[in-house]
């Protein structure tokens, strides 16, 4: 797609507007109005990224197609304008609250308003007495696109500590609203690390979660277009090492209560492991466009399943991660696809990952019948031709020459 590219500039008191042809990517990789340097939210990093590239002074944008304000596929000064005026609107109402006690954190998390930011201050906010379905720190307040809710620590280099008394009841941190940012935290000693339940468009940013009874953090009833970015998740499982997931998006279908459609979500450049009881990633049934990519994961530790990533849902895609299974002899594969439901575990794409695998007999990714799935790219320590791929009778692996990706 051809951008023009406006440039202004002041020259003895007259305004000269010009325009340049300028190359730019159809692709979109935000959906975020604003947020052209694509780091999910909307401020004036935004505003002076645009600003440099109309200047020319090197500045790239991620994603372009964020600041078209005017919806003509061209990027100009009134873009910009438009950028500012919304960016001002949006922060009139705006509170920061900043907390540092355990009751300021509650009160915070319960009259919490879009646009609010809650910063802790470093320190640990232990809580063990249960609310809403088992939370111990917990949230129902809405945000919007252009006013997110974001709670965070004061310092990052001082993480504030979220915790409960044992792994062996509560939900650390429980979000219901939408739009929500949950940044640069520790979340610890609960049966349940963070769960989102009907929230859409949050971002969960550079966590720690540990020491925790069943799944680290689950995307659930509902959670749509959310994002694991930079969360560092170990030491899972501790109370019922079946549950003890990694990552979890969406829910078996043995479970009711909740809807299944926990769709177009990412996890980027995480680290899950090690002594994560189950799965890393876990996607499941009913689940579509979920997106695993360039995570770091560990097999020390995984007892109670035989791969890194389970997939059961469809058009998934597992990209540039790197698996490590220590030496772990439960690991057969690093891999799998699997049919729960008829028409679920088809279309995905697995491709771009290395697998350090100590069984000579594991697979890089085994398919069973009912799934379909595309692979290419993938390379396997030690390398073995046979024990690359494995497709029962029923699955479609469609294995592809390697191309650039």
């Known amino acids: 797609m051809n951008i023009k590219k406006i440039f202004v500039s002041v020259f003895a008191g007259i305004l000269e507007i010009s325009t340049i042809p300028f190359a730019l990517s159809a692709e979109s990789s935000s959906d975020i109005s604003g947020d052209v340097n694509s780091d999910g939210v909307f401020n004036a990093a935004d505003i002076a990224a645009l600003q440099g590239w109309l200047l020319n002074d090197g500045t790239k944008l991620d994603d372009w197609k964020m600041g078209d304000f005017c919806q003509d596929y061209i990027l100009d000064v009134f873009d910009l304008c438009m950028m500012k005026r919304k960016l001002f609107r949006n922060s009139e109402n705006r509170r920061t609250i900043q907390v540092s006690t355990t009751e300021e954190l509650r009160d915070a998390l319960k009259t919490a308003a879009a646009g609010d930011t809650i910063l802790?201050?470093?320190?640990?906010?232990?809580?063990?007495?249960?609310?809403?379905?088992?939370?111990?720190?917990?949230?129902?307040?809405?945000?919007?696109e252009n006013a997110p809710i974001t709670i965070k620590s004061m310092d990052n280099s001082n993480p504030a500590i979220l915790k409960g008394t044992s792994f062996s009841d509560g939900m650390a941190l429980y979000i219901t609203g939408d739009y929500w940012n949950i940044e640069n935290l520790v979340f610890c000693d609960a049966k349940k690390g963070i769960m989102l339940d009907n929230s859409n468009h949050t971002t969960i940013k550079n966590v720690t979660v540990y020491n925790i009874g069943e799944e680290g953090i689950h995307i659930r009833d509902g959670s749509s277009n959310c994002r694991v970015i930079g969360a560092n998740v170990h030491d899972c499982g501790l109370l019922t090492a079946s549950s003890g997931e990694g990552i979890y998006i969406g829910s078996a279908k043995t479970t009711t209560g909740y809807s299944y459609d926990?769709?177009?979500?990412?996890?980027?450049?995480?680290?899950?492991?090690?002594?994560?009881?189950?799965?890393?990633?876990?996607?499941?049934?009913?689940?579509?466009?979920?997106?695993?990519?360039?995570?770091?994961?560990?097999?020390?530790?995984?007892?109670?399943?035989?791969?890194?990533?389970?997939?059961?849902?469809?058009?998934?895609?597992?990209?540039?991660?790197?698996?490590?299974?220590?030496?772990?002899?439960?690991?057969?594969?690093?891999?799998?696809?699997?049919?729960?439901?008829?028409?679920?575990?088809?279309?995905?794409?697995?491709?771009?990952?290395?697998?350090?695998?100590?069984?000579?007999t594991a697979y890089f990714v085994r398919s069973w019948s009912g799934t379909s799935c595309s692979?290419?790219?993938n390379i396997r320590n030690p390398e073995s031709d046979t024990y690359m791929y494995r497709a029962y009778n029923g699955s479609t692996m469609t294995i592809i020459d390697e191309i650039d990706s």
């Open 262 to 360: 926990c769709n177009n979500n990412l996890v980027q450049n995480c680290i899950i492991g090690p002594d994560v009881t189950a799965e890393c990633v876990d996607i499941k049934e009913y689940t579509t466009g979920n997106i695993i990519e360039n995570c770091t994961m560990y097999g020390r530790g995984m007892t109670s399943t035989d791969s890194f990533i389970d997939i059961k849902g469809n058009e998934s895609i597992v990209r540039d991660n790197t698996f490590y299974d220590d030496e772990n002899t439960n690991i057969s594969d690093a891999v799998q696809v699997h049919c729960q439901i008829e028409g679920w575990g088809c279309n995905n794409e697995i491709y771009g990952n290395t697998a350090y695998l100590t069984a000579e």
């Open 375 to 377: 692979v290419w790219n």
């Open 120 to 144: 802790i201050a470093g320190g640990e906010y232990e809580w063990g007495q249960k609310g809403t379905a088992g939370s111990l720190f917990m949230s129902s307040a809405e945000g919007t």
